[in-house]
């Protein structure tokens, strides 16, 4: 049901022959969903003033807190201090109104357009440019100390969070600014970012960073709330996702100067080369040859990939480059997926191109525990030796050599040998996840017809269990010394890790399989399962509150598509007229709402309940405005919904 009510009209304009506004009004209302059938316009039952007028409160004041009809023919008592409720208040709600009742149309509309005589007023000139030499002065004032710039952006916004904590009182949130403000201030750049390397002295650009702080975590006095009550971070992943999300989005897309990096401007399918290799010097350790990573986009699938590049390297053998085949089917959680891998002369060398899947802001196992941020970490002082506090953790430790037993599984499975367990080719791409990078290289690089897979499967085993030990002693030479490296093992960690690294170490007797070290992982295998689960549940529980503003977002979406639209099927007042009317009035409710002061409301909850309750459609009713305060209509979430519904058919229908 709804209703619509024009505010009291001054006696005299075409108006004043509608609803008795100014309070009881009829309580006929209409049953039916009046304006899905365009009627806002149609002539409500007209109830005529009376007398007795100048004794009753003017209705305008009630609701305004002004009448601009005052003295200027409104009959109506105006002797009222303040008004009792505001303009959103849901008390006017609870009057009955009419939807029927027409739009009040003003006989001097064109009061506040542009007189013809204020066309030659003079030029508006501010003060300060009239005088260049008082600029000059001001310029030269001595001020003590420079003034940080900040751009109009930044004042907006600042001013619109100082603004914010009033109206997060209802979450339980006060001081949302300052800790808003005071991390935007802050450098959020915690590490030595990848960006302040490569724009290093470019001068070129100058990166802007993303705000990922807006919403900090809530402080200790808003943390204890009621159960009713929120904080504003109920509404949003966790703070630590959606930085490490964000991080990751912006490091896709990341870009340098491809000539000032000496590098191809395409290559292949792909472009926009980045390097990711932050070493100067390039070891020839591992491969045998020197070896570079870059990230790239194919302009084939869009889709951003890391491109290894082996450096000086002449195929001899194009069999070799079948090898790759039986590495693209590989699909594991643990281990990095080949795409393709080609041979160029891009950079002005014979180069080897292996093409993998990219994973942002990954870093390796060797960055992670032997880098000079961890060794950092690990050493309270410098040079101190190594104690209990700084080994890896067991449970850890167990976890990397479940992941990596079953990329195993997978790769033997399929007949091939990983032929490279290395800390260096080991990608960790999130919170102990680790995953086998560099797969399918090292069978190109020594190509062999016939290889003997028995005995490259079995290296992989004793690769696995130095690796364990190089991480138990979080020592890079613990396999100089195996005995002493097992003593520490035995001291650190319990009986069941130490054998199974001497088993993975020991010498096979005739074969060792990775079945049998999955039968030796036993139980620890449910226990990570428990954690991985444990993981997605709170995955899981995060996505759900950003579900939920996936939700209102479309709604957002579809008011965009309908509000405000210039044309639509031949007629420019589409978006004012019939149901996109009571759309733009609820648009003007939900957002552009003032306060008795007339400063604008920012009110995150309360655009959050009306966006909610519109979604769901509920029965409750309120009142809407027209914009020239004249008239209102009290409608349902229900039938606005179904407002919207209807305009967003018509739009779609039209494609
Ligand atoms: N597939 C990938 N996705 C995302 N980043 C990757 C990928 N492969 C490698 N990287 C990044 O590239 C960087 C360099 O990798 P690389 O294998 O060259 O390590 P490295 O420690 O420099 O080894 P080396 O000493 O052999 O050059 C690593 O820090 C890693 O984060």
Known sequence: MASAIPIVPPPGTTAASTVGANGESSSSTPTTNAWTSKSITSKPSAVSLTNSNKSRTCRN??????????????????????????????????????????????????????????????????????????????????????????????????????????????????????????????????????????????????????????????????????????????????????????????????????????????????????????????????????????????????????????????LTNEQAMQTIEGWRRIRHANIVSIREAFTSKAFGDHSLIFVYDYHPCSKTLYDVHFGSQAQLASQVVVGAPKNADHVIHERILWSYLIQLTSALKKIHSAGLAARLIDPTKILVTGKNRIRLNCCGVMDMLTYDAAPNIAHLQQDDILNLGQLMMTLACKSLTATHNIPKSIEYIAQHYSQDMKNMILFLMSQPVPMKTVDQIISMLGSRVLQEINDVQNANDVLESDLSREL????????????????????????????????????????????????????????????????????????????????????????????????????????????
């Open 548 to 655: 939920e503003n996936g939700r209102l977002a479309r709604l957002l979406m579809k008011f965009g598509f309908i509000n405000e639209r210039p044309e639509f099927d031949m007629d420019p007042a589409w978006s004012e007229t019939g149901d996109r009317y009571i759309i733009k009035l609820f648009r003007d409710y939900v957002f552009h709402q003032v306060d008795e002061a007339g400063l604008p409301v920012l009110d995150v909850a309360h655009v959050l309940t009306c966006l909610n309750k519109l979604d769901a459609g509920v029965e409750e009713k309120i009142v809407l405005m027209s914009r020239d305060e004249l008239s209102c209509l009290i409608v349902s979430y229900r039938e606005i919904k179904a407002c919207i519904e209807s305009a967003f058919r018509d739009l779609s229908k039209s494609k």
């Open 61 to 314: 004041i009630v609701i305004h807190g002004f009448c601009k009809y005052e003295g200027k023919g409104c009959e109506f008592n105006h002797d009222i201090g303040k008004p009792a409720v505001s303009v959103s208040s849901p008390e006017i709600s609870k009057a009955k109104l009419h939807v029927n009742s027409p739009i009040f149309k003003p006989s001097n509309l064109s009061s506040g357009a542009v007189k013809a005589e204020s066309i030659n007023a003079p030029e508006f000139v501010p003060k300060q440019s009239q005088d260049p030499n008082a600029l000059a002065g001001a310029n030269a004032d001595s001020r003590p100390m420079a003034q940080p710039f900040a751009s109009p952006m930044q004042n907006n916004l600042m001013s619109n969070i100082d603004n914010l904590p009033a109206n997060f009182s209802q979450f339980g949130i006060n001081d949302v600014s300052m800790s808003m403000a005071g991390q935007m201030a802050g450098n959020y750049y915690g590490e030595g970012s990848a960006n302040n390397y490569y724009y290093q002295g470019t001068g070129a650009m100058l990166h802007q960073p993303l705000q990922y702080h807006l919403y900090n975590t809530p402080l200790p006095h808003v943390s204890n709330l009621l159960p009713h009550q929120k904080t504003i971070h109920g509404f949003f992943i966790s703070d630590t996702l959606r930085e490490e999300l964000h991080r990751k989005n912006e490091m896709i897309l990341q870009t340098v100067n491809a000539q000032e990096y000496g590098l191809p401007e395409e290559l292949h399918e792909y472009h926009s080369l980045y390097p990711l290799d932050l070493t100067q010097e390039k070891s020839t350790e591992v491969f045998g040859y020197q070896s570079s990573v870059y990230k790239s986009m194919c302009s084939v699938d869009g889709r951003t990939y890391a491109l290894r590049r082996i450096e000086g390297f002449r």
